[in-house]
């Protein structure tokens, strides 16, 4: 067991018991901790990226670079920054997030962020394999930023989460494929339920590129004030499978896919993995602590 795991749980323990928006609070102090980093235990390549797992983070839970020492100190496969805005965005008004059970959440952020050059300086000194979620309101943001790390990311930049879930994008993201495709990182389109699975697979497909499945699901909820928020933990987890599955099914065992959704144990982590490359966790890590990285990472053979 990691030394800090103990403290970590005494920890989460006690704050679940507390508003989530608190709690939010509590994790910055928390999360800015100066542990060691972790080594890379276990290679391991999804496409071309090179990471250390088959368990990684999901994007949301450091937004701004700040915690990716921290959380390397857990082992993980790898951390997903972000999402990330060409320049700083306040978000949201609170509350933005409410629990829902069973061990799951609602948010509505408002892609609150520092803006990429920043958090890009943040990573870029941290020996551990980063991807960055990049996402936007109109695709010319998101072009803006795949130029940017084209032209500054590091070597420890092993991948691109672009974020394709908004309905702004329908139907006209085929126009910056071209710009994805120039990349120097291995490309993830992220999508989220409700999109045609069919469509995203052909363009993975043709161009390289690899998918995370699947963002959250958006549902109604007066708790936060922006009243509509996505719904993320256990209770995605069956229509995440159904979609990575599918994908799978429709293409091929050449595409990169990374599971998302709900995954919180071993059993779930090994029936994700029978159609996906590598999976991400989030809302796990809320509700259980930082050790379950290290738990389904290495432990779950």
Not at 150 to 158: A, G, H, K, L, V
Not at 170 to 178: E, H, R, S, T
Not at 216 to 245: C, F, H, V, W
Request: hydrophobic share 40%; net charge positive; with cysteine.
């Amino acid at each position: 067991m990691n030394s800090s795991e103990p403290m970590m749980k005494i920890i989460m323990k006690t704050v679940k018991h507390v508003h989530p928006e608190i709690t939010m609070k509590l994790g910055h102090i928390i999360f800015s901790i100066p542990l060691k980093e972790s080594n890379c235990k276990d290679p391991y390549k999804i496409g071309s990226a090179n990471v250390c797992g088959r368990v990684g983070i999901a994007a949301g839970l450091d937004k701004n670079g700040k915690y990716t020492k921290f959380l390397s100190h857990f082992s993980p496969g790898f951390i997903v920054v972000g999402s990330t805005t060409p320049k700083k965005r306040i978000g949201n008004k609170p509350p933005r997030v409410a629990r829902i059970k069973p061990y799951s959440m609602v948010n509505a952020m408002g892609l609150n962020n520092d803006g990429l050059p920043l958090i890009l300086s943040r990573v870029s000194r941290v020996n551990y394999p980063i991807f960055i979620s990049v996402a936007g309101f109109n695709l010319f943001e998101i072009e803006e930023q795949i130029i940017y790390l084209n032209r500054f990311s590091t070597n420890n930049i092993q991948g691109i989460e672009v974020n394709l879930s908004s309905p702004t994008y329908k139907g006209k993201w085929k126009d910056i494929i071209p710009t994805l495709a120039s990349s120097k990182k291995q490309i993830f389109i992220k999508i989220g339920p409700g999109f045609k699975i069919e469509d995203y697979v052909k363009l993975a497909s043709k161009e390289g590129f690899g998918l995370v499945l699947t963002n959250t699901l958006p549902i109604e909820d007066q708790r936060i004030s922006a009243k509509r928020g996505g719904l993320s933990g256990l209770l995605l987890y069956r229509l995440s499978n159904y979609m990575i599955k599918k994908a799978r099914e429709s293409g091929g065992n050449e595409i990169p896919i990374i599971g998302v959704g709900g995954i919180m144990s071993c059993k779930q982590l090994k029936e994700i993995l029978k159609y996906a490359n590598a999976v991400e966790i989030y809302t796990a890590i809320l509700y259980m602590g930082p050790g379950i990285i290290s738990s389904l990472n290495l432990k779950c053979k």
